[in-house]
């Protein structure tokens, strides 16, 4: 899925502040139509959108002149946020245990997003879980590392395989919508086969 542009730019000596403002409405406009699909579904209104982002419907059209392409910049606007998400814990020295909490957001972000991802599929955009973390291997690698030197994770496991396990989970939630009982079984067992055999 290719990543939505930059904001219009303006003309004249006012150009640096149309930009500043075309990004803040842009912003504004991605977390409003993110918290409307996930209230609403992803066949709420753009009208909804744009009264939730206090912003005028023409607005929302000069960023996004269709719903499809309004939907897959809220894909990647959450990808954005799980990529600063990630670099935060990577940061985050003593946070040995970053790894299963970087999986339950992954979990939860796919979960709350389902009808999104499915309307999507719809105009023929997949959405894959995989795909996604692929581009946070440079993360999840650092994250992995730090788990297993800690020795909360099992020293034979691959960044690979982590991220081939986790995306099936996530995959199969968004798929077959689960619960969320279901999900947070799905990921404690996922969780007991990354722990040390020793501890299990």
Avoid: Y
């Avoid at 609403?40 to 982002?53: F, L, P, R």
């Avoid at 909360?152 to 081939?164: C, K, W």
Wanted: proline share 4%.
């Amino acid at each position: 899925m290719a990543r939505e542009g930059g904001p219009p730019a303006g003309g004249g000596a006012g150009e640096r502040p149309v930009r500043a403002d075309a990004r803040r409405n842009r912003a504004r406009i991605l977390d409003a139509a993110e918290a409307v699909f996930a209230e609403q579904g992803a066949s709420a209104s753009t009208e909804a959108v744009a009264a939730h982002a206090g912003v005028a419907i023409g607005t929302v059209f000069r960023h996004f002149p269709t719903k499809p392409e309004l939907l897959q910049a809220v894909v990647m606007h959450l990808l954005d946020r799980l990529i600063t998400e990630v670099d935060a814990m990577v940061g985050n020295q003593d946070a040995v245990t970053a790894l299963f909490e970087f999986c339950a957001r992954v979990m939860a972000v796919s979960a709350r997003n389902r009808a999104v991802f499915a309307r999507l599929a719809e105009t023929g955009v997949q959405v894959r879980v995989g795909d996604a973390l692929a581009r946070l291997r440079p993360g999840i690698d650092l994250l992995l590392e730090r788990a297993q030197k800690a020795g909360t994770v099992r020293d034979d496991l691959r960044p690979a395989e982590l991220i081939a396990l986790l995306a099936a989970v996530c995959q199969a939630a968004l798929t077959d919508a689960w619960s969320e009982s279901f999900r947070r079984r799905a990921l404690s067992l996922l969780f007991d086969g990354l722990r040390p055999t020793a501890k299990r």
